[in-house]
């Protein structure tokens, strides 16, 4: 079956850069598009960043355009998150996300991916 299994979080200052990687297994992985979500405690899920398959185009959430790069490894079944310049804003539970036939204009809702991870949590302090 799909698993998808998220890794790097933690607890850091204001300021700090965290790497996050998904590695993804059960899937050829390639075929896939791959998104970073968030949950902060009390808030919805929300889309961080996104790559769909067959596209070298990022999107981004506007919140962390300028800090963040999506990015994967097709060879290793691997997703990252590069996230600098953390902010106490963006603590929050993070998660990868992946479907093999999501369109455009339905990346941002959580409920049209297909496949999640459990999560890593990223504790940003001031």
């Known amino acids: 079956q799909v698993q998808l299994v998220e890794s790097g979080g933690g607890l850091v200052q204001a300021g700090d850069s965290l790497r996050l990687s998904c590695v993804a297994s059960?899937?050829?992985?390639?075929?896939?598009?791959v998104a970073w979500f968030r949950q902060a405690p009390g808030k919805d899920r929300e889309l961080v960043a996104a790559?769909?398959?067959?596209?070298?185009?990022?999107n981004y959430a506007d919140a962390v355009r300028e800090r963040v790069t999506i990015s994967r490894d097709n060879a290793k079944n691997t997703l990252y998150l590069q996230m600098n310049n953390l902010k106490p804003e963006d603590t929050a539970a993070y998660y990868c996300?992946?479907?093999?036939?999501?369109?455009?204009?339905?990346?941002?809702?959580?409920?049209?991916?297909?496949?999640w991870g459990q999560g890593t949590q990223v504790t940003v302090s001031s």
């Open positions: 996300a992946a479907d093999k036939n999501i369109i455009l204009s339905s990346i941002w809702t959580p409920h049209y991916w297909d496949y």
């Open positions: 059960g899937l050829t992985f390639r075929d896939y598009s």
């Open positions: 790559l769909r398959r067959n596209t070298n185009t990022p």
